[in-house]
């Protein structure tokens, strides 16, 4: 028994690590603009399909092919923003909840076209057979999966904390007009801070590709654990995102061998209601906005 | 030289700048200075390209910069220090320092007019480490206006700097403010306290509910009857 919770404690763990990073990202977007992005999960669908496509194609490790996913979806990101959620930047939130959604419907219907709904997968050799620790075992992609994610997170945070871009984002998002006074050009900030959210997706997709099948309508299980995961971190603090994303990894793993998997996912969006029920700025969500 | 030509500006369909015509020529100091709601706020705003006007001009330098977005007057030298401070709290106050030397010009000379700021406003080296928002009001007021000066102003626009200060920081500041002036950027002054904005700058024009009312040389608009009557309460 204490194998079996300790070895689910791990492997919670390490899928709340890809959730921490997919979630940072909506929290990024949503602490900059004020927009929840609905196409969160399509676009970790994308990163996925992204990280396929270099690997069935030139038959390069979506490991090693990272770097390419994160330029291919900064850009996709920054392009979306200026084509599609700028014109929107200001119109009630009912609205740019409806762009979003649509935005979703759009990439996964792309990914249908392009890619068929055939369910593809990524097969590493060497990397199906997992660590032993005794009893314990590790799936090796979801440990490197792990420790990419943690550098990953890094680069954002010293992005944000050492650069002047990375100024300007945090600037932004906490006092627009005062931001605007400086000379900072709100509408370029936003696009860049939706393309490092859109980046966070992707890199999250890539990892999650030598993990589980890949398919066009993959991503919408993954969104809504991001935005729960969001809130329960407070939306717009990252920080609080990655710490809920790895706690509701291990619950999720946890409830999962306790209660059986079907009721895994429930066990989430109770969590949910009851933080919107008894603490909706979040677990460190200081005010409301 | 800046002026401002026959200004219309609206919020929806209010008017609240009605023909307003202005100058400020180089290195010179002026006070606009008018009660709350006289459109003070929202003539800067425009100046600074945050609104839009629906007629008249700006011109600085020769140039029409009515149109240019506010990154684009920023870079022009049109730099304010605004109401409220609008600061980063969360970042730390050499972060606040910093941001405003955000454009390309202003990023180069970073070092030396930081340093230039903090020989001006020691007090804020020693809190450069601390989070601006963790600072009291008067020090916060410091802040916006080290972090105007880093952008390398030709012009610095204040928009009520006194607001919410005792008197003794009050006085402190306006020390400030001469100080930045003296050392050739030209200051434009916006205040509801009439009559030290007055003291200070070269001349001064009067806002009232979106027109001048009344503009000439500050020693002689606080020696007018009307103006005493109407805003010193003498």
Known sequence: MAVSITQSLIDGLLMGGVYALAALGVSLIFGVMKITNFAHGALITVGMFVAYFMFAQLGVSPYVSLPITILVMFLLGYGIQKLTINPIITAPSHNQLLLTQGLSIVLENLLLVLFTANYKSISLPGFDKAIKFGALSINKPKLIAFGLVVLASLGVYLLLQKTDIGHAISATSVQREGATLMGIKVERINAIAFGIGVACAGVAGALLAPIQYISPTVGEGFQLKCFVIAVFGGLGNIWGAVVAGLIIGVVESVASLALGGSWSEMVIYLIFILVLLFKPTGLFGKKTR | ?234
Not at chain 2, 58 to 77: C, F, M, N, Q
Not at chain 2, 138 to 146: E, L, R, S, T
Not at chain 2, 160 to 189: A, H, N, W, Y
Not at chain 2, 198 to 224: C, F, P, T
Request: with cysteine.
């Open chain 2, 1 to 234: 030289m800046l002026t401002v030509e026959d200004l219309y500006v609206n919020y929806g369909t209010l008017q609240i700048i009605q023909g307003v015509s202005m100058k400020i020529e180089d290195g010179e100091m002026i006070s606009l200075v008018g009660s709350n709601g006289a459109g003070k706020t929202t003539l800067l705003k425009t100046i600074s390209g945050l609104k839009k006007p629906e007629s008249g001009k700006i011109i600085w330098d020769g140039e029409d910069i009515t149109t240019l977005s506010p990154d684009k007057i920023v870079a022009r030298g049109i730099v304010q220090v605004p109401e409220g401070r609008k600061l980063f709290p969360q970042m730390t106050v050499q972060e606040n320092l910093e941001l405003g030397s955000f454009l390309k010009e202003a990023k180069k000379k970073r070092k030396d007019t930081l340093e230039y700021v903090y020989e001006m406003l020691p007090d804020l080296q020693k809190k450069a480490k601390m989070p601006a928002g963790s600072l009291s009001g008067g020090q916060q007021q410091m802040v916006a206006i080290g972090r105007g000066m880093m952008a390398c102003p030709k012009v610095l626009i204040f928009d009520e700097p006194s607001i919410g200060l005792s008197p003794l920081l009050t006085d402190i500041m306006f020390e400030i403010i001469r100080k930045i002036k003296d050392s050739g950027t030209t200051v434009m002054l916006v205040e509801q306290n009439v009559q030290n904005a007055l003291r200070m700058a070269d001349r001064g024009y009067v806002l009232e509910q979106g027109h001048i009312a009344m503009e000439g040389k500050a020693s002689d608009l606080l020696e007018n009857e009307e103006l005493k009557k109407s805003y010193l309460g003498i």
